[in-house]
């Protein structure tokens, strides 16, 4: 993975500053931090900062697996390894995410409430506390994409990569409503 995503060390400014910051895809704790990898702070005595970092990471993870889950749990392909050479499973990813986003606007501009791709409560949800409600896609005992992982790598950090880390959770800090509104509570990481 290191050498196929040497493009996203690539940095533009974060929106409405002038520092510089790579693109970067979010990971939970099996991952090493890397300057193109943001996973949360470890541990529990976290200042308000890395509270409300590890909140949102948390958050846009959740987007993800959701995102993918349906997907997984609607076209089988996605449910293990696709065995297939490179071009040919890039046209299948592409293909399947097409399908997934044609039909879920399609549901959302139609405002149908006999939805059938994703129907009411198949996606998470989140009720007045801040707790999760798992969607009804997490029932597939088919859907076997989201087992545990074990560590995908070392967890000592270059001292670059925890400074980019810092930096980008200062930056969600002062930008965040979360961080102002929420109380963040422990049991939500």
Not at 59 to 71: C, D, K, P, T
Not at 94 to 116: D, P, Q, W
Request: proline share 4%; aromatic share 14%.
């Amino acid at each position: 993975m290191t050498t196929n995503w040497k493009y996203l060390t690539i940095a533009s400014c974060l929106p409405e500053t002038d520092t510089k910051f790579p693109y970067y895809m979010v990971a939970d704790e099996a991952f090493p931090l890397k300057s193109y990898i943001m996973r949360p702070y470890p541990g529990t005595k976290l200042d308000k900062t890395q509270k409300t970092f590890n909140y949102l990471l948390f958050r846009a993870r959740r987007v993800i697996e959701n995102s993918f889950g349906i997907l997984a749990s609607r076209w089988r392909i996605f449910r293990s390894t696709i065995i297939a050479y490179v071009d040919t499973a890039e046209w299948i990813v592409c293909a399947g995410l097409c399908l997934h986003n044609f039909l879920r606007m399609s549901e959302l501009i139609s405002k149908s409430e006999n939805a059938t791709y994703c129907p009411p409560n198949y996606a998470d949800t989140w009720d007045d506390n801040g707790n999760v409600i798992s969607g009804q896609w997490r029932q597939c005992e088919e859907n076997i994409i989201f087992r545990n992982m074990r560590r995908m790598g070392a967890n000592n950090a270059t001292c670059k990569n925890v400074t980019l880390r810092d930096t980008l959770a200062e930056y969600s800090r002062r930008r965040s409503f979360v961080a102002r509104s929420i109380i963040l509570r422990e049991d939500h990481f």
